[in-house]
């Protein structure tokens, strides 16, 4: 009887369509044990101290000790040993673990395999420690060097660590502990009166280690707001979250969750976490925290005047925000950057966690999913529909229908009788597929897979070492223990062409409800008390579990091309490092404006914070879009580094053609926009990779003093050189755009001129979002309309050249293979493009090692802001002259709205490879 309910509850669970957010499945603060404790937690309830300070292996050494030693008890806490790690370019690595010379009961769990290895040798060996005691403080505190500009502080009594500036009235950046909230709770013995298990709904946690949560304050110092910490629904400037004011007093909760139908605006957990927060303030100066911990964590955003009655005094007079950090298991990891320039914090975290994938350019262009393409006929139809109606796509999307049984890898061997030649005609085209790859194992004897993954013992195991068995899509499944590295590589090994029968080198994959996603567990996830390799709890590694998986899917993808190919993976969970297997994308949203609107505050977010190549489910996931809002997400979806429509089954067919013929042709228009764009894309792919600065940017991170732009997210630049002002209310004809900064700025559609610094009240047209480029910049575009990416490789440039004030721009432009590896070893162009005396010259910016050539040529120039008059261009070293013409901007499918002229260069005959000079006479 039970499990025939439970059958019929998933029936429901699996086939709502209009259904929502069920709040009471998951746990709230209060509801958590530990983060009610550590919320409940008085400043200056912290009663350790610094002693023994030394500087050992180049950082320094000391131990956290009780002020006041109590001698007849026995549970008193234990020694802890903290290390501070200074890294070049203004880091600092903080660690707090139990003495491993004291013997806890267990060595607590330290995330290996997210800090990249070049990190290390960025390590500054600190040679000396000086001493300074601060006002009126009992004892000294220690002072190292951290860079020119800073240095860290570890303050003895009360302890406190913090970075500040080294000159000038010596203003703090980041601190930790300032409020007194650092708690730590050892691991103990049981003893018969402790009762450790904790039930939540009909799920009981046996927690075997007891309570060992962590928790501390961070104080973010000159700061106006602060950004970062995603997965969450919610505006990109944090709100508080506690304190004054704050209504309802939730943290912001991280821990990897698949939640149905989730809402648009709340702190609780998604798919992913990354536990680092950036601030951001007046003075135009950024900084970051970043906590590397895999355990369940909470994090308050605390309003100004929360710690009124503390009697604390507070360390500084500076603006500040405080927070609250609160994690479950784990050890303290944390990492303070300095910034000061907003590209600097994102660049200083990328030095730890890596930066993105430079992906295949296939993957930049259009992907088009449902829940799900029926069979090969259904496939072969809305391929040919896109021919048909001349809109570029590159990826075609499988979902889990299309397997047997949801089994992976393998087919319905009638739905998809002929995977192979499917993928083959997709490929004559330039196109890709891409299929689904869950991590839940159809529990079925006859599977080969789950045959062995059962011999091997790969399983992650219940908590009373049993292979664990939880409910998935295929009904009762296990899960493969990702933490393991053998296991990755036994995994990885399942994508070569002979194991996964049917794949073929134009297949890439979809890992999904890899948080991981159990649909009968408590909060429809695993267990905590799950096992994993070296007897290592669910609860310590749960936020990292969907990155190993990915991990070892885009790694088994590069090997079964002998590390050929660059792979492609998108995956749904997210942790730090994610940035270096792959895309994401933010789940299961919903066809509605406010999904739309979330949607950007929801990329910045995973931008910022190093995973630029992400998206939302154009159109909504649940529910059917009305035309118009469908067309909005397509014309905003254009601009998100990841562009894919994507729909569940419940919902009417949406593909572009299926509106009436204007919406098509509005779609369309979004589409080419993207195509066109495709090379400024791939060049801010490529910046992305070598530096960690996104794509996608919030205004402040091209204009770091200008307030007005420090919560606006509902604009967005690409790169530094286009801003994007999406539409998300219905029936929008106008909007109100503001520009940033002192340069004009032009729109994309008409060359239109606006002044910068200034709100302007625009049209806003069914045909397109207001999208401008900003005076002073270059962007490469290539305008021929194309089936698929790879159609383009041959096609000429166009250089759009934004004039600034003084008459001048410039940009940049990437090119190589767009798939394989080759450019690691320097086969790629890398052109700067300089406008300045009426003369453009192009430059390589590409390493003297740097060896791919192109006969691709640059056939159009176009020169916004540039005067009409002259006739004509001589473009050197050819000697050759070029005719130039006033005419009207062009963009897209779409005639331009209105008749500005731009002066265009055409047919200059230059190499997109080659240094030239192209001089307007
Ligand atoms: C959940 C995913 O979020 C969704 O995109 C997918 O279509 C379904 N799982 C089915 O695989």
Redesign the pocket.
């Known amino acids: 009887m039970r499990s025939l309910l439970f059958v019929l509850s998933l029936i429901c669970f699996c086939s709502q369509s209009v259904l929502s957010w069920k709040k009471e499945e998951f746990r709230s603060c209060e509801q958590t044990p530990f983060c009610k404790r550590a919320r409940s937690r008085t400043p200056g309830a912290c009663s350790l101290i610094v002693g023994d300070v030394s500087i050992t292996d180049g950082d320094l050494v000391a131990k956290l000790l009780p002020k006041t030693p109590d001698q007849s008890d026995g549970d008193q806490i234990k020694p802890l040993i903290l290390s501070l790690s200074v890294y070049t370019d203004g880091i600092v690595r903080l660690r707090i673990d139990e003495d491993h010379s004291l013997n806890p009961p267990k060595k607590r769990f330290r995330v290996p395999d997210v800090v990249v290895s070049e990190f290390d040798e960025k390590k500054i060996w600190l040679q000396k420690v000086a001493t300074e005691t601060i006002s009126g403080d009992i004892s000294p505190s220690s002072v190292v060097y951290v860079s020119d500009g800073y240095e860290a502080v570890v303050r003895h009594e009360p302890f406190e660590v913090f970075v500040r500036e080294k000159s000038g009235d010596r203003r703090r950046v980041v601190s930790l502990n300032s409020h007194g909230l650092f708690d730590f709770e050892q691991l103990g013995k049981k003893t018969d009166g402790d009762n450790w298990e904790e039930k939540f709904r009909t799920h009981t946690d046996s927690r075997p280690s007891g309570p060992q949560s962590i928790s501390f304050d961070v104080s973010f110092y000159d700061s106006s707001f602060l950004y970062g910490i995603p997965e969450h629904a919610t505006s990109f400037a944090l709100k508080p979250t506690k304190g004054p004011g704050v209504e309802e007093s939730e943290p912001y909760r991280l821990f990897n969750l698949d939640v149905f139908e989730y809402d648009h605006e709340s702190p609780f957990g998604l798919y992913g976490s990354i536990p680092f927060m950036v601030s951001h303030g007046k003075s135009g100066k950024t900084s970051g925290f970043f906590w590397l911990n895999a355990a369940e964590m909470q994090i308050d955003v605390l309003a100004n005047g929360w710690d009124a009655e503390s009697g604390i005094t507070l360390p500084a007079s500076q603006s500040r925000i405080d927070t609250l950090w609160m994690s479950e298991a784990g050890i303290v990891d944390t990492f303070f950057f300095v910034g000061p320039e907003p590209k600097d914090v994102v660049k200083q975290y990328a030095s730890v966690t890596g930066t993105s994938a430079m992906p295949q350019l296939f993957a930049t262009g259009y992907h088009q999913c449902r829940?799900n393409y029926k069979d090969e006929e259904d496939v072969a139809q809305v391929d040919s529909k896109f021919d048909e109606h001349d809109i570029p796509y590159d990826v075609l999307w499988l979902?889990?229908e299309h397997t047997d049984g949801k089994r992976y890898f393998t087919w319905d061997n009638v739905l998809f009788p002929h995977p192979e030649e499917m993928q083959n005609k997709l490929a004559a085209k330039g196109r890709r597929m891409v299929t689904?790859v869950d991590p839940h194992i159809k529990r079925d004897d006859s599977y080969f897979l789950h045959k062995e993954a059962t011999q091997m013992g790969y399983y992650v195991k219940d908590s009373s070492g049993k292979d664990f068995d939880g409910w998935c899509w295929p009904g009762s499944s296990s899960y493969i223990d990702m933490l393991s590295p053998e296991i990755r590589e036994w995994w990885g090994g399942r994508f070569s062409y002979k194991n996964y029968v049917g794949s073929t080198p134009s297949l890439y994959i979809w890992n999904?409800?890899n948080e991981p996603s159990v649909f009968n567990g408590p909060e429809v996830t695993m267990p905590r008390d799950a096992l994993h390799v070296g007897g290592v709890e669910h609860r310590e590694v749960h936020n990292a579990y969907g990155y190993y998986f990915h991990m070892a899917t885009s790694d088994g993808l590069v090997m079964r091309e002998e590390g050929k190919d660059r792979p492609f993976v998108l995956s749904?969970a997210i942790f730090p490092g994610t940035q270096r297997y792959g895309a994401i994308w933010t789940?299961?949203n919903t066809a509605e404006w406010e999904h739309l609107r979330v949607s950007i505050p929801m990329v910045l977010t995973l931008g910022l914070t190093g995973i630029t190549f992400s998206g939302a489910d154009i159109g909504g996931?649940f529910g059917n879009p009305e035309p118009e809002l469908l067309v909005r997400w397509y014309q905003v979806g254009a601009y998100y580094p990841f562009f894919r429509g994507?729909a569940?089954h419940d919902t009417k067919r949406r593909e572009p053609w299926l509106f009436g013929e204007r919406n098509t042709e509005l779609m369309r228009d979004a589409i080419h926009t993207r195509y066109t764009l495709l090379p400024y894309f791939y060049t801010l792919f490529r910046e992305a990779n070598v530096t960690g600065v996104p794509v996608l940017r919030p205004l402040w991170m091209e204009f770091p003093q200008d307030e007005a732009t420090f919560s606006n997210d509902e604009a967005f630049m690409v790169g530094n050189g286009l801003l994007v002002q999406g539409v998300y209310t219905k029936g929008t004809t106008h909007a109100s755009v503001y520009l940033p900064g002192k340069e004009s700025w032009y729109d994309l559609r008409n060359g239109k001129t606006y002044v910068g610094g200034k709100t302007h009240k625009m049209d806003a047209p069914e045909e397109s979002i207001p999208a401008f480029q900003r005076a002073g910049t270059i962007i490469p575009r290539k305008d021929r309309f194309r089936r698929s990416s790879s159609q383009m490789d041959n096609d000429p440039y166009t250089l759009v050249v934004a004039l600034n004030g003084t008459r001048e721009a410039e940009g940049e432009l990437y090119i190589d293979d767009g798939k394989s590896f080759e450019f690691k070893r320097g086969s790629y162009i890398h052109r700067r493009f300089v406008f300045s005396n009426g003369i453009l010259t192009s430059t390589n910016l590409a390493s003297p090692q740097a060896s791919l050539s192109s006969e691709c040529l640059i056939d159009r120039i176009i020169l916004l802001g540039h005067a009409s008059g002259p006739k004509s261009a001589l473009v050197e070293p050819s000697n050759q002259k070029a005719e130039v013409e006033m005419g009207p901007l062009r963009m897209g499918g779409l005639a331009a709205s209105s008749g500005t002229k731009v002066l265009t260069i055409r047919k200059p005959g230059v190499r997109v490879d080659q240094d030239w000079t192209v001089k307007i006479l």
């Open positions: 829940w979902d889990i689904i999904d409800m749904r789940g299961d996931f994507h569940h």
